[in-house]
C-alpha cells in the first residue's frame, strides 16, 4: 500500500508540473502576443512621428488645409485598429463549427450540390439530436462533403480527434483546427482562416495605402531643401529606405491574397499543393474550389460571416472539365469566369 500512495503522490507531483510548465507557456505566449502588437503600434508612431517632429508645421504649410492631415491621421487610426479588430477575431474553429451544427446556430451550404442535397440537409440538421448523437451527425456531415472512396482515417485529426472538414488543417501554435486554413500570423498573433480572412485582406490594403502615403509625405520633406541637421536628414533618408521595403512586401502580399481571393484557394493550399491529398495529382491551372471570380469575391467578402461555409471536394468529373482549355470567346462568355479556370492565351 505504501508504495502504490508513493506512486500516485508522484503521478500527481508530476501532474502538477507538467500543468505547471503548461500555464507557464500560456503566459509566455500572451506576452509575446502583446509585445509584438506593442512594438508594431510603436513603429507606426515613430514613422509618423518623425514628420511632425522634424517638421510638425511641413504639412499644414504645405497643402494649406487640415483636412490633409486630418485624413492621413484617419486613415493611421483605422489601420491600427484594423489590426487589433483582426487580432481578435476567431479564424472559424472545426469545434465551433461542430457545435455550431449541432446547436442549429449554423448554416452547411454545398457549394456544388446545393439543389440536390439541401432538402435532405436541412431535413437531418432539422431533427432533435441527443447528446450521443452529435458526433454521429458532424460525422454525416464531413463525410458528404470527402469522396465517398476516401476513408475517415484520412480527415481525422490525430491532435484534436475530430472529423475534419475539406481545407482544414490543425495548427499547432493555436492548438485547434481551423476551416480553410491559410495560415498562422506571427505579427496578429491569430490564424488565418474561414472567418478572418477577408478582415486580414482589409488589414493589408488599409497598411499599404498608409505605407504609401508615408512614402510620399518622406520624398516630400526631403524634396523641400529645407535646411536641417544632418542627422535629421540622414534619419528620414534611412526611414524612408525602411518603409520602401515594408511597402514593396505589402504591396506583394495584398496582391497575392488578391490572388486567393478570386481563384478561392488558400496559402496553405498553394504552398502545399503535392502534399493535400485532394490536390494530389490535379494539374496547377486547375482549381478546385473556383466558381469565378464573381462567385469568389461575394463568397469572400459575404458569406463566410454570418455561417460556416463548408465546401466538398468535386467529383473527378468537374475536375476533368475544370482541366480543359477555353478559348477567347469562352472568355468573353464568361464561361471560364462561372466555374472554370483553366483558359487558353
Known sequence: ??????LCVRIRDTHDRISDRCSQMSDREKKSKWSVRVMLVLLHVIFVGLIFALKPDLLWRNNGMPWYTMMYLALLLATISQYFFTSYSEPGY?????RAGNEMHATFVNTCTISKQSSSRGANLGQPESPNSSSSQWFKIVSDLHPP???SREWTCGYCNVY???RSKHCHECDKCVLQFDHHCVWLGTCIGLKNHCRFWWYLLFQTSLAAWTIILYIHILRQH???AWWKNFLMTLALCILILIFIFLLLLCLFHSYLAMTNQTTYELARRRRVPYLRGLPEKVQPFSQGICKNLS???FSRKKSYLLEPI????????RAVSHTWLDC???KCFLGFSNCCT
Open 94 to 98: 472545426v469545434i465551433d463549427a461542430m
Open 314 to 321: 468535386p467529383s473527378v468529373e468537374e475536375l476533368q472539365n
Open 299 to 301: 463568397t469572400f467578402c
Open 149 to 151: 472512396s476516401s476513408s
Open 1 to 6: 500500500m505504501a508504495a502504490v500512495d508513493d
Open 164 to 166: 475534419q472538414p475539406p
Open 332 to 334: 468573353i462568355m464568361c
Open 226 to 228: 529645407i535646411p536641417m
